[in-house]
């Protein structure tokens, strides 16, 4: 399995700020992920992370509104920039193996924005 | 599109009582069918994954089941605790850049 941490696990920040979130996984993974979950929804996958590069997001998310980074196999950031209350939600990173179907979920960060 | 639709939306049962909750997906190609546990305020914890050539897989109390020629899948919880109060959430992968299609879910609480 893979072991998946997030920080923080919660925040509550004003409207105009913005929010860096860490994922941490405790192996080497292929692919990073992160994905929204708005209230009483399911989740919706925001963009892939790339090592070394650009990530590649979906449609409807930005690079300037959800800046990614991933310096390496193990960890990524994802920045929610210039919060309004709309981006309140669960942010979750997930992973997967290259040897396995699984794909493993971190216990997301919980944003709301006032 | 790819689609996945869970029934019920929400399920409310007595604790030790069984349940079936429901999955019908129009995803295709289609490689794997996952079903995932999320605990309020956690991320999802994968129950089962099954493939096309697979019909059922049990994982303690729970057992999925797969029928590739209607596209449905179904999750039966046998004796239903406290701690089975969750988001129960459909996954099919074979579209999008992940791979995956969610479904919204089913909310199911256990009554004592």
């Known amino acids: 399995s893979a072991v998946i941490s997030q920080k923080p696990s919660r925040d509550i920040c004003q409207r105009g700020t913005s929010l860096t979130i860490q994922c941490q996984v405790d192996s080497q993974v292929t692919m990073m992920f992160w994905y929204r979950q708005q209230p009483g929804q399911s989740l919706t996958l925001i963009a892939t992370a790339n090592q070394g590069s650009e990530a590649t997001y979906e449609s409807g998310f930005v690079i300037d509104k959800f800046p990614i980074s991933r310096p390496n196999l193990t960890f990524s950031t994802l920045t929610v920039s210039n919060m309004s209350p709309e981006d309140s939600s669960i942010y979750l990173c997930s992973v997967t193996r290259a040897d396995t179907y699984e794909q493993y979920f971190g216990p997301g960060t919980r944003l709301t924005v006032t | 599109k790819n689609q996945v639709e869970q029934s019920p939306q929400s399920l409310i049962i007595l604790e030790g009582k069984n349940c079936t909750l429901q999955?019908?997906?129009?995803?295709?190609?289609?490689?794997?069918l996952r079903w995932y546990k999320q605990d309020t305020g956690r991320g999802p914890v994968s129950l089962t994954i099954m493939t096309f050539s697979e019909n059922t897989k049990s994982n303690g109390r729970y057992t999925a089941t797969l029928d590739a020629d209607t596209k449905q899948s179904s999750l039966h919880i046998t004796a239903s605790q406290l701690s089975d109060s969750a988001s129960y959430i459909c996954?099919?992968?074979?579209?999008?850049?992940?791979?995956?299609?969610f479904g919204k879910g089913t909310h199911l609480i256990i009554q004592p």
């Open positions: 999955c019908n997906y129009t995803v295709s190609p289609f490689s794997n």
């Open positions: 996954v099919v992968s074979g579209g999008g850049a992940d791979g995956l299609t």
